[in-house]
Every structure is written in structure tokens, then in C-alpha cells.
């Protein structure tokens, strides 16, 4: 739920801070992870990051779904058919084969333009937009999300009592986590609405279709429970909605931010068993990765030239930052950082790798494991897949670059670890057991130094900036400079935990 503008460090911030958090990035090009697709809206700017806000949930009561069906994972794959074999059939099941034909069109008529490809046929393409809009089934008209959110809670899920976190959306996007007690107080569903862009829905729909299709054995997929457009009392403007089931495991992040807020033994309990969700993870991408690998040829030359120009982004703000009063909280001086990014660059040329299918977007929040038993491993699921589809081409072959993947997983790890208070210590751990399964069971498939390489100054770079922001943000909030806001509980607190994660990341890059 967080990129193709990586989201800046506001998911460990309050609502009330998102103006800030954006202003920078919006102008800065380092976030944009998919940048060069500019009909991947809903992962343009800062924006386009899904992550759940520090907000109080709204809390509210409805139906409710019988707690037989939630007590556990197996009863909720029962009721949802969430399962390897019968997702693509689970999904024209629930939504109809005509929108889903129509959301296919779309993304036909739009592909010519992923990575570079080139222009679009504008008029056919909003031709074949409105098309999808007319095959989908209508919702009906509510005077705000409130009211929204409760008649699809009624009538399409038949929940009676759930808590309602505010994930942030990207441009008239608006996503909502809707948690069930009688699921453990789990992230249940996902509600995804979208102003006037049906082309997301499309994408939403198509890629959970072309990964239904790969028949991943150790990664599930997230089920569309239902998809269909809505109207808001003061605007005409037609919005889609579209609501997933999340029926295996626990956010990463959550579990992360559960561990840190321990200590002793049940801590390091804690996070023996994240290690293992980890694990399951790693697996999970290898296998994605790996996929249709007699179908694939070199990395892309578009993708390719996507993370070069992805880089000196991050690299151009990284220098800016340096030049800057805050930059001094970063022990690496410009001379540093123009080496490491020079010899990156060098090193990468003809030692891309072989492509392969990657999910795109894979920070913690958008990563969920369950829980290893004596007799059942941890296993694991992902949303938030339209990412995905960059890394097909037209024919459903691989053309992407997994190690981008692999990058912001680990990068991930360390943001979420350091902002929730675990030590440095606690995350290198974590890290290292993640990398060495996933490369383990990539084999001799993984792909060439240089390309990780390349991948992970990427991202260190830009948590290294999102971190500073964050730290500016702090500062600026007890400074006063930010009015009428909630000061933090423990300033010093929250900038040290960010340095740490500048630490970390700014240490990496000089061993390589």
C-alpha cells in the first residue's frame, strides 16, 4: 500500500502532518518508483503511498460476520476461497467476466505507455475507460465515506462491529483497513475508493488476474471481494470502490511495531517469529521472481534506464540535503557520496541480470505473515499488486528487475525496525536472515552484485532523505513553525530513532 513516488517517512507521523511531509517530495523527483508510468497514478508523488495513519480509528458498529467464519485462517479461507488454485475463479465469481473484460481493454490500450513504451491513444483510451464504468455495478449515493464505508460494511460484508484506520491515498485515491475483532482485531478488508480514475481499478482487477494466473505455491495473493462505482451527494463525479479480503497473517509492520513495545523474553519471542514470517517472505518473492524465467531475456533496456534515472534522483536530493544545515546529521560527506554513486553506475553496465516478474512495492505495510506453528511454517501474502504489471510485457512474459524488490524489502525492514525503537542490533538481524533466505532460494538465479548493488544505493539513499525529513518535521513541530499541532510526546526520542536508521543506511553504503 505505500510507491511509484516512495512514500516519505509521513506513515510514521500523524494525519495532521501530511502537509508537510509532502510538500518537499511533491517536488522532488527521488519518490517517484514508477515515475515514467504516468497512468500508475495512484503511485504518482508522495501521495501515492498506502500506509496506515497514527490517527484514532473510526470506530463504528454494523452487522456482524458470524464469528465462527473469523476465528481462524483456515474458516476465513473457507468463506473467502482464498487459495492458490481457486483465486481467478474466486474472482470472476465476484466480479462479472464483462468487467472484467472491459478492465483488460484498459489496460491494453494503456500498456503501450509502461516503462517508456510510448504514447497512448488518449481518446480511445478514456472511449474504453467509460466502458468499464458503465459494466460495473453501482453502489449507490451517500452524503460522505462514513456512510459509505457502513452501507459496504452492511450490506456487501455483513460486519457489525470493526474499527476503520485511514491509509493515505494518492491523488483522489482514499484506501481504508477495516479491522474485525472477532478476527483478532486483524486487517480483514481493504475499501479502495478512486475519483475519476477507472484506469486504477483496471489495474487493480488486471493484475490480480495475471498473478491469479502464476499459480504462486508460497505467496497468496489478496481476492477482490467486490468492485463497482459510487457517487457523493455535492459532486456528479463518478468514483470506483474496491474491496479486498486479507484473510492470511499480520502485517509486517504491525508486527514489528508489537515487538518493539516489548521487552526480555517475550520480545525476543517476538521477533523469532517475525524472523520467521521473513523467512516466508523471502520465499515467497524468490518464487514471484523466479517465474516464467525460461520466458524472460535481459533486464529491460527501459527498465533498465527507469532505475539509472531513479538513482540520480535520489542521489540529486541526497546531495541537496548535504548542502544543507540537516544534512550535517549525515556522517558521509559529498565527496563519499559521489564515489559510491559513480562506481554504482560503472559497475552495473552489462551486469543487469536476467528479468523477472517483481511486485513493485514491497515496504512492509503491503506484506503479511502468519504466525509458525509446531505442525504449519509462517506463511505469506501481498497486496497492493498493480505495481506488478510493469513488469510484464503485452504478452504476460517478465521483463522486470526483481532486485528492486529485494532492495525495498530490506530497506523497509530498517525504516519500520528504527521508527518503532527496535536496536541496531535487532534490525541488522533481521535483515541478514531475510537476505540470506532470499538468496538462498534464489540459487544461481540471483541476480548479478552490480544490480543489487545499484538497487540498494536506491534505496538507502532515499530512506536516508525520508528520515531527514522526518527529523526536520520534529523539530519544526516543537519549534512552533507548525501551528495549532500536537507536539511529540518525545522529540528527542523520535529524531534519535531516525538518526539511527541514517546510521545504518549511510554504514551499508560504505561497505560495499
Keep these: 500500500m505505500e510507491p511509484v513516488l516512495d512514500k516519505p517517512i509521513e506513515n510514521q507521523v500523524t494525519e495532521e502532518s501530511k502537509a508537510v511531509t509532502t510538500k518537499t517530495h511533491t517536488q522532488q523527483k527521488p519518490e517517484a518508483d514508477q515515475k515514467t508510468q504516468e497512468v500508475y497514478t495512484h503511485q504518482a508523488l508522495a501521495t501515492g503511498s498506502q500506509s496506515i495513519s497514527e490517527t484514532e480509528p473510526l470506530t463504528t458498529e454494523h452487522q456482524v460476520v458470524p464469528s465462527h467464519l473469523l476465528h481462524d485462517s483456515q474458516a476465513l479461507e473457507t468463506k473467502f476461497a482464498v487459495n492458490d488454485t481457486s483465486t481467478h475463479l474466486f474472482l470472476e465469481q465476484r466480479v462479472s467476466p464483462t468487467v472484467l473484460s472491459k478492465a483488460n481493454d484498459v489496460i491494453d490500450s494503456l500498456s503501450k505507455n509502461i516503462i517508456k ?3 497512448i491513444d488518449a481518446e480511445q483510451t478514456k472511449k474504453l475507460e467509460q466502458e468499464f464504468l458503465s459494466a460495473l455495478p453501482s453502489f449507490g449515493t451517500f452524503i460522505n465515506p462514513e456512510g459509505l464505508l457502513k452501507e459496504v460494511l452492511d450490506k456487501k460484508l455483513g460486519v457489525d462491529q470493526f474499527a476503520v484506520k485511514d491509509f493515505s491515498g494518492g491523488s483522489g485515491a482514499k484506501t481504508y483497513g477495516i479491522f474485525i475483532p472477532d478476527n483478532n482485531g486483524k486487517l480483514t478488508y481493504i475499501v479502495k475508493t478512486m475519483e475519476g480514475q477507472p484506469s486504477e481499478l483496471a489495474m487493480e482487477l488486471h ?7 502464476l ?10 471481494y467486490a468492485a463497482g462505482t459510487f457517487t457523493f451527494e455535492q459532486s456528479s463525479e463518478p468514483h470506483t470502490i474496491f474491496i479486498q479480503t486479507v484473510s492470511k497473517g499480520e502485517e509486517c509492520t504491525s508486527l514489528i511495531k508489537n515487538a518493539a513495545a516489548t521487552q526480555g523474553g517475550e520480545r525476543a519471542e517476538k521477533l523469532a517469529s517475525i524472523k520467521d514470517g521473513h523467512l516466508a517472505a523471502a520465499q515467497g518473492l524468490a518464487e514471484l521472481h523466479l517465474k516464467n524465467r525460461a520466458l524472460a531475456g535481459p533486464v529491460n533496456e527501459d527498465v533498465q534506464s527507469y532505475n539509472r534515472e531513479y538513482l540520480k534522483d535520489v542521489y540529486d ?4 540535503i548535504l548542502g544543507e544545515p540537516g544534512g550535517k546529521r549525515i ?6 557520496l559521489k564515489e559510491a554513486y559513480d562506481s554504482t553506475l560503472s559497475a552495473v553496465e552489462g551486469n543487469w541480470g536476467t528479468a523477472g516478474y517483481s511486485h513493485g512495492d514491497t515496504h512492509l505495510d503491503n506484506l503479511f505473515v502468519t504466525k509458525a506453528t509446531a505442525d504449519r511454517p509462517a506463511e ?10 510493469a513488469s510484464c510485457d503485452k504478452n504476460g512474459h517478465p521483463i522486470g528487475f526483481p532486485s528492486y524488490d529485494y532492495a525495498w524489502t530490506l530497506g523497509s525492514i530498517a525504516e519500520k525496525g528504527f521508527l518503532a525503537g527496535l536496536t541496531t542490533d535487532e534490525v541488522t538481524e533481521l535483515q541478514k536472515s531475510f537476505a540470506k533466505e532470499y538468496k538462498q532460494a534464489m540459487g544461481a538465479d540471483i541476480a548479478p552484485q552490480p544490480a543489487i548493488n545499484l538497487a540498494m544505493l536506491t534505496k538507502q539513499l532515499l530512506f536516508i532523505g525520508r528520515a531527514n525529513q522526518y527529523q526536520e518535521y520534529v523539530l519544526d513541530l516543537e519549534a512552533g513553525k507548525i501551528p495549532d499541532k500536537k507536539k511529540k510526546a518525545d522529540p528527542s526520542g523520535e529524531i534519535e530513532r531516525a538518526q539511527r536508521l541514517v546510521d545504518h543506511m549511510t554504514a551499508s553504503i560504505r561497505q560495499k
Excluded: C, N, Y
Excluded at 493484475?207 to 494466473?213: A, E, I, V
Excluded at 556522517?331 to 563519499?336: A, G, H, I, N, Q
Design 117 to 119: 513504451k510510448g504514447p
Design 207 to 213: 493484475s490480480l488476474q495475471q498473478l491469479s494466473d
Design 215 to 224: 499459480h504462486l505455491r508460497k505467496a497468496s495473493v489478496s481476492v477482490v
Design 317 to 320: 536530493w541526497t546531495m541537496e
Design 331 to 336: 556522517p558521509m560527506t559529498k565527496e563519499e
Design 380 to 389: 505469506f501474502s501481498f497486496i497492493d499488486t498493480p505495481s506488478f504489471l
